[in-house]
C-alpha cells in the first residue's frame, strides 16, 4: 500500500546523527559524541526517598489526570527559581513540558506557518532545526563569533525576512559551540526584536551549568516588551530520563500555549512533576547543581588540556565557561566524516558539524561531549582523536 504522509514527514528514512551515536555507543569507542549528562550525578537516593513520600502523601492525585500547564506546587518552585536568576515570574507565566524539545515543538507549532521565517544560530541545536523545517520553515542562519550570534546581521537578516516570526537562541554554552552571547549583544538583541516586532525563543538548557566566569542575565531579562518565550529543563540539572522542562511566556499566551499542550500529551506525567516538586522543596537544587558543574568543570579542564597537547597546530576550538560541548574548527576543506571514520578506526568518537547548520556547511567543524567520559578516557580519547586528526590532514 501507499503511505500518504503529509509535508512534515521528512522524505526519507536516513539518520545520519542516529547512525554516528550507534557506531560510537559501541563498548570500545570513547564518545564524544552524545549529551549525555553524567548519570553518576543523578541523585537516585534522594529522588527514591522522595517519590516513596510523594506515594504515600498524594498517590491519588498524583497518579490521577491533571492540567494541561502543570503541577501548581513544581510551577511555583520554578518561579522561585527563574526569579533568581533575572527573569520576573510568578506560576502565572510557567507551563511544564515533557522536556525542552516539546516546548521548541509547540512553540513551532504556535507560531510557524509554512513559510514563515525563522531565524537561527548558525550553527545550532539539529533537532531545533528538525523541528522548524518539519513546520515548513524558512530557515535562516546567522553566523556567530565568539560572543554568540552576530547582531548586524541579525538585523541584516531579519530585515530581508519581513515573514520573520522568531529568533531561536542558545545564549548559554550554546549546543553545538558552547559560546556564550555578550551581555550586550542580548540587550542589542531585545532593541532588534522590539523594533521589528517579533519574538525571541530563548533555549536555555546549560545556563545553570556555568563552572568558569560570571553570570549573564538571560535575554528574557532584557525584555520589556514581553515578547521572549523562555526554555528551559530539567534534563542537565536533574536527569534527562524524567522529561520535564518549562516554558515562562507572557500571561497572555497561557491560554493558547494550554490548549495546544493538551492536543500534545494531556499533560506532562504528573507522577513525575510531583516527585520533582517534592525533591525541590526538600533538597537544596542549587547544591546538586554545584556538583554537576565541579565535575564538568574538571572535565571540560583535562580536555582542554589534552586538546593543547595532543592536537596539531592551526586547529581552533571553542573555551566553553559551561555547559557540555566543545566545538573544533580543523583548517582546510577537511571532511569531518572522512574524519569520524579515521577516528572509529582509532576508537573515538565525535559528532560532525554538518547537522548543525541549516544551509552551507563549514568544513573541518566538529563537536565534542566531555560530561560523560571520565577524565582518564578524555585523556586517552583526546589523544587518539589528536593523532586522528594528524593523518587525515597529512592524507
Ligand atoms: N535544547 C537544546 C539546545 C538542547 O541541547 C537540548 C537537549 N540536548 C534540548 C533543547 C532538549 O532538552 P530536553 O531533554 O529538555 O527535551
Known amino acids: 500500500m501507499s503511505f500518504r504522509f503529509s509535508e512534515r514527514v521528512p522524505k526519507n528514512d536516513s539518520d545520519p546523527v542516529g547512525d554516528i551515536l550507534k557506531v560510537a555507543g559501541s563498548p570500545d569507542v570513547i564518545s564524544f559524541a552524545g549529551g549525555l549528562p553524567a548519570p553518576e550525578l543523578f541523585p537516585i537516593e534522594a529522588l527514591k526517598k522522595v517519590t516513596n513520600e510523594v506515594f504515600d502523601e498524594s498517590g491519588r492525585e498524583a ?8 503541577y501548581p506546587a513544581l510551577r511555583e518552585q520554578i518561579a522561585q527559581r527563574m526569579n533568581k536568576q533575572g527573569i520576573k515570574a510568578t506560576a502565572d507565566n510557567i507551563m511544564i513540558t515533557t522536556g525542552s524539545q516539546q516546548s521548541i515543538d509547540i512553540t ?13 544560530e548558525k550553527p545550532t541545536y539539529l533537532c531545533a532545526l528538525d523541528v522548524f523545517r518539519s513546520y515548513g520553515a524558512h530557515i535562516v542562519g546567522v553566523e556567530m563569533d565568539e560572543d554568540g550570534m552576530r547582531m548586524d546581521q541579525l538585523e541584516k537578516a531579519v530585515a530581508a525576512n519581513p515573514n520573520t516570526k522568531f529568533i531561536y537562541t542558545i545564549p548559554n554554552f550554546q549546543n553545538p559551540t558552547g559560546r556564550t552571547m555578550s551581555a550586550e549583544r542580548r540587550e542589542q538583541m531585545i532593541g532588534i526584536a522590539n523594533k521589528y516586532d517579533i519574538m525571541v525563543m530563548e533555549d536555555d538548557p546549560y545556563g545553570a551549568i556555568r563552572f568558569a566566569g560570571d553570570d549573564i542575565e538571560p535575554v528574557k531579562f532584557y525584555d520589556n516588551e514581553e515578547r521572549v518565550i523562555y526554555l528551559s529543563t530539567f534534563s542537565k540539572i536533574l536527569a534527562p530520563g524524567l522529561r520535564l522542562g518549562w516554558i515562562v511566556m507572557n500571561k497572555d499566551l497561557m491560554p493558547k500555549y494550554s490548549v495546544m499542550k493538551q492536543s500534545a500529551d494531556v499533560h506532562s506525567d504528573n507522577l513525575t512533576q510531583h516527585i520533582v516538586a517534592k525533591f525541590m522543596a526538600e533538597y537544596n537544587i542549587d547544591e546538586h547543581v554545584n556538583k554537576i558543574r565541579k565535575v564538568y568543570r574538571k572535565r571540560e579542564n583535562v580536555m582542554m588540556a589534552a586538546i593543547e597537547k595532543y592536537f596539531p597546530a592551526g586547529v581552533n576550538y571553542s573555551h566553553p565557561q559551561g555547559g557540555l560541548f566543545i566545538w573544533v574548527e580543523v583548517p582546510g576543506d577537511v571532511d569531518t566524516i572522512k574524519l569520524f571514520n579515521t577516528c572509529i578506526k582509532h576508537n573515538v568518537a565525535f559528532v560532525p558539524g554538518e547537522p548543525f547548520y541549516p544551509d552551507k556547511v563549514t568544513p573541518g567543524t566538529f563537536r565534542l561531549n566531555y560530561s560523560n567520559m571520565s ?6 580519547g583526546i589523544e587518539r582523536l589528536g593523532s586522528a586528526i594528524k593523518e587525515t590532514i597529512d592524507q
Do not use: H, R, W
Request: aromatic share 8%; charged share 15%; proline share 4%.
Open 63 to 70: 497518579l490521577q489526570y491533571s492540567s494541561a500547564i502543570g
Open 375 to 380: 577524565e582518564e578516557q578524555i585523556q586517552t
Open 108 to 120: 513551532a507549532k504556535m507560531f510557524v506557518n509554512p513559510g514563515d521565517t525563522v531565524i537561527v
